[in-house]
């Protein structure tokens, strides 16, 4: 089976500071990689994906995340925060043939003026 | 172009009873996927239906079933409610695998939130 660990289910971080956010994964065939927001009272938004081309992939309203094989990691980052990023994140894993998409438990992402 | 749709947007029951979500998938999409997310947790997958027929299924009971019509739209079925079902229940729809270019995107509608008490 694949599952995807977050840490720290609440991330604080001062507005225009990077934004650093923790997805390791599980699987037994290659992953694909996605991070979605959700903002309150709303459905999920895709950020980006990797789908086994490119390890560093970037995605909307500046973030990126880093495919690293060796540490079964996908770490979503962004360089600078905004106040308009404050949302909830999640990384989620699927497979080639089988796109059903197992989700981590989020990071609330709140950002201090 | 309209995207994933659900209805209805909130929902209150009482345990014991039926309850019917419905789901119309982003144009041009043929593949239909539910998921639950209870308060505090990540979306878990349900099931995902594809030419009318379910094709995957999570770790669910048979209280949870589903439906899809022809032109693509799908009922999630939630007989004899528990407490515990009271969550966000999500839709997501997709290209199917294998057509287009591997793996498709799920596009996610905003939810209906069941409340049972």
């Known amino acids: 089976a694949q599952s995807v660990t977050q840490l720290g289910s609440h991330v604080s971080v001062s507005e225009g500071a990077l934004v650093l956010l923790r997805c390791n994964y599980s699987s037994s065939v290659p992953p694909y990689l996605f991070w979605y927001v959700q903002y309150p009272n709303q459905g999920l938004q895709l950020l980006l994906k990797y789908t086994s081309a490119a390890t560093l992939v970037k995605g909307i309203n500046g973030f990126e995340a880093e495919f690293k094989k060796s540490e079964t990691s996908f770490h979503l980052t962004k360089p600078s925060a905004h106040m308009s990023d404050a949302a909830e994140y999640f990384c989620?894993?699927?497979?080639?043939?089988?796109?059903?998409?197992?989700f981590g438990k989020g990071n609330q992402v709140v950002v201090i003026p | 172009d309209a995207g994933v749709t659900q209805s209805p947007t909130h929902l209150i029951k009482t345990r014991g009873q039926q309850v019917t979500l419905r789901c119309s998938p982003k144009s041009g999409h043929d593949t239909v996927s539910w998921y639950q997310q209870a308060l505090g947790q990540g979306p878990q997958f349900i099931f995902q239906?594809?030419?009318?027929?379910?094709?995957q299924r999570g770790n669910f009971p048979d209280r949870f079933s589903g439906h899809q019509f022809p032109n693509y739209s799908s009922e999630l079925n939630v007989n004899a409610l528990l407490l515990g079902d009271s969550a966000l229940y999500l839709c997501a729809s997709s290209s199917p695998v294998g057509r287009a270019s591997l793996q498709e995107t799920q596009y996610f509608g905003p939810g209906t939130r069941l409340l049972v008490l």
């Open positions: 989620a894993v699927s497979s080639y043939g089988n796109n059903r998409l197992a």
């Open positions: 239906y594809y030419e009318e027929e379910e094709r």
